[in-house]
């Protein structure tokens, strides 16, 4: 787990459109928004000891994951997105990267967390509930193809 680079953007937005159906998937300048805006941090989920040479001499190891999280004025943390690369899904990774996400939001005076996953997305609605998300209320048509969207929050100890 590390810090999200600039130079990451490009693998972050492929990463984003292969986990995400065309409008619900951001477009470059949403996740861009996303990544800068005052209060967020992206959190980049990388193979370990699986690069060449060449490529850790550069640096460069391949990207399985990230998040994107915002802590607002009033203390209260909200998961923009989290994105794993189909083959590293059910390995790990999303579970790292939330915990990592919500370690750090507690270290910064977070109360609680919220986040949106749509009322469709059984995979998804599994995944925070196993790591304390529950439903607080529903958004019709929150998705640009019509479908709702449960808001889940989780209280920080």
Same mark, same amino acid.
């Given at each position: 787990m590390r810090d999200f680079h600039s130079d990451d953007f490009e693998t972050l937005w492929r990463i984003d459109q292969q986990?995400? &159906?065309?409008? %619900?998937?951001?477009?470059? @300048?949403e996740l861009l928004v996303y990544v800068r805006v005052p209060g967020s941090f992206t *959190?980049?989920?990388?193979?370990?000891?699986?690069e060449s040479a060449s490529e850790r001499?550069? !640096? =460069? $190891?391949? *990207?399985?994951?990230? *998040?994107?999280? /915002?802590? /607002? $004025? @009033?203390?209260?943390?909200?998961? *923009?997105t989290i994105d794993v690369v189909p083959q590293a899904q059910r390995t790990g990774v999303g579970?790292? +990267?939330l915990r990592s996400?919500?370690? $750090? +939001? !507690? =270290? +910064?005076?977070? =109360?609680? %967390?919220r986040l949106e996953a749509a009322t469709d997305n059984a995979t &998804?609605?599994?995944?925070? =509930? $196993?790591? !304390?998300y529950s439903v607080a209320r529903t958004l019709p048509q929150y998705y640009p193809n019509g479908v709702d969207a449960y808001v889940l929050k989780k209280d920080l100890p």
């Open positions: 986990c995400f &159906a065309p409008g %619900i998937s951001y477009s470059r @300048a *959190i980049v989920a990388e193979e370990a000891g699986s001499a550069a !640096g =460069k $190891r391949e *990207i399985l994951g990230f *998040i994107v999280a /915002n802590l /607002n $004025r @009033a203390r209260a943390g909200h998961i *923009i579970s790292a +990267l996400a919500e370690e $750090r +939001l !507690g =270290k +910064l005076g977070c =109360k609680w %967390i &998804a609605l599994s995944f925070y =509930k $196993r790591h !304390g």
